[in-house]
């Protein structure tokens, strides 16, 4: 855990901190504040390296934190579907809440094979391939979910046929939400549909929390089953947007931190400090690099013909706001802590987390956020 200040406004002054399991103190002769941690985080006092100043910054001061018990995520439910089988569904646009797909009843929820699946079942058979030629399409009570996608079969949704290779645009919002790859298989990006059951109601996640949980947890789905740790981000032009290396998927990210409301506002620390109640969230550490107006296209060539790489495809527009969002976070961190080598470091949240407001209630978007 690293503690951060930013530099003194008016001259230098003593400081003195107190390091103690659930909070820190900090004193000055302008005050003194405590950060009081979230209830799953403990610090160990014993562990600190010492309090240094870093030019640009201001104070650094390095300890190390535990969780007693493990935090758990807060998953979108598309990456839970298996439980969801033969439940009846509802599918919505994510921007704006508009249902795409009524009261559909999946009988069959079912992870599609690996992108060189054909290659691997040559290997197996001892005799012609009988899926040779095959394409998986579902049928009208299936869903099969790909890396940033699934599949589903929407041809009695629709009064006329649609054609392959179009866009699926959202009739209230014009987001893209799709592909249609077939007369009768479209193709949803996780990234712009919400699947909740029937009963429930729409569940309102501002559009950056959610971008960030789904992409956060397809990499750290892929890197697990997949052995991957590097990917490109690609719209469905086929043009790549960011290169992104995955360096952990355990990190813990302190939404706000809590203060007493006795003492005064301390002048060194951050002015985003939140009095309301604290909270540490599952996130993950990456790297990145963004391609786009031409940006490194050395290392773009390098990584496509790389086997190692995997690349994720998502509307083009999608792909601009998880680099808005990718340097935003960047931009968050103390500035010796932004790059990595050549890389910008950021931190994803794997969680949604959200308290609908009460203009949200007005507004009628104020739901039970999606477990």
Known sequence: MVLCTREPSRGSMSVDVSVMPTLLRVENPAGCVEIQLPAEMRLVPSSCGGLCHVAGDGLHLRLRAHTESQVSPKLISMFNQSSKAQECCTFYCQSCGEVIIRDRKLLRVLPLPGENWGALVEEWCCHLDPFANKPLHPLENDCFIGDSFFLVNLRSDLKQEPKANTKVICKRCKVMLGETMSSET????????????SDRSFPFIPRSQFVQSVTAQCLVELSSTRSTFRFTIQGQDGKVYILLWLLNSDSLVIESLRSSECIRKF??????????SSSALNAVKVLYQPCIKSRNEKLVSSWESDLSVHSLTLPSATCLELLLILSRSNAALPLSLRQMNSFQVSHHSRSTKYEPTKKDYQKGKGTKVCK
């Open 186 to 197: 479209t193709k949803f990006y996780m990234t712009e549909i919400i699947i909740q059951a």
């Open 267 to 276: 002048p060194l620390l951050e002015d985003t400090l939140k009095v309301d």
